[in-house]
């Protein structure tokens, strides 16, 4: 079976003659992306190759876009918050053009504050000591609209393959966690989540790597697991 410091390694490999590569890490809600996101990046800062700062490996989430919910109001999309046309996909797809270019001294990605349930502008700062950018979220791989503009950005994208049993679980033990009751948590997932989840398993095939529910058990299973 494959380890946290298999991946790593994988990951590390990703970055040749110095230039900044960027990982993408997709799968359903629920099913570890931002957990193996953060895990594999302090991992990586703890062992940094020879002469680069910790801080040559940072994690930038999908989630930072977001529309914010006085938006999605005007558009009457709130209710379904998630879905792939709930996020700036375009600006999304800018940011990861602007930090493949590598031109900046610093760029600022945005950041999901999760006991607001809002995108925090300006919160994650990316130096030119960067050259591993993991980025992670549901529609990585999604080849609609101007998600279509993502894939090409990113060196890999690993997708995380966790049942959904395992997955659902996590997903309505999050709601629940920030404020939901157990039976508006349970509706909002096979409402909302559920589809969302099914969208994304049809991108699965195009994945360079496909990492199993073991795997992704054995890394960890916080509450708010991505």
């Not at 990586?44 to 801080?55: K, V």
Request: with cysteine; aromatic share 6%.
């Amino acid at each position: 079976m494959m380890t946290l410091q298999d991946l790593a390694t994988r990951a590390r490999s990703l970055v040749r003659d110095g230039h900044r590569a960027l990982l993408g890490i997709a799968g359903g809600p629920g099913a570890g992306k931002t957990t193996l996101a953060e895990s594999l990046v302090r991992l990586l800062r703890q062992t940094p190759p020879d002469g680069r700062s910790p801080e040559w490996a940072a994690h930038v989430p999908m989630d930072g876009f977001h529309l914010a919910d006085t938006e999605l109001d005007r558009l009457g999309r709130r209710d379904r918050k998630g879905a792939p046309d709930t996020f700036d996909a375009a600006g999304y797809a800018a940011l990861l053009r602007r930090l493949r270019e590598d031109e900046d001294d610093v760029i600022y990605a945005p950041a999901f504050e999760r006991d607001l349930e809002q995108p925090i502008a300006g919160s994650i700062p990316i130096s030119r000591d960067t050259r591993l950018i993991v980025t992670e979220g549901n529609y990585l791989l999604l080849d609609q609209g101007d998600w279509a503009r993502v894939r090409p950005q990113l060196d890999e994208v690993w997708y995380c393959d966790l049942g959904p049993d395992e997955r659902v679980r996590r997903l309505v033990s999050r709601h629940e966690q920030f404020g939901k009751d157990h039976d508006a948590a349970v509706s909002w997932v096979m409402r909302i989540d559920q589809p969302n989840a099914d969208l994304i398993a049809g991108t699965r095939p195009h994945a360079d790597l496909v990492i199993p529910e073991p795997v992704l058990l054995s890394i960890g299973d916080p509450k708010t697991a991505g």
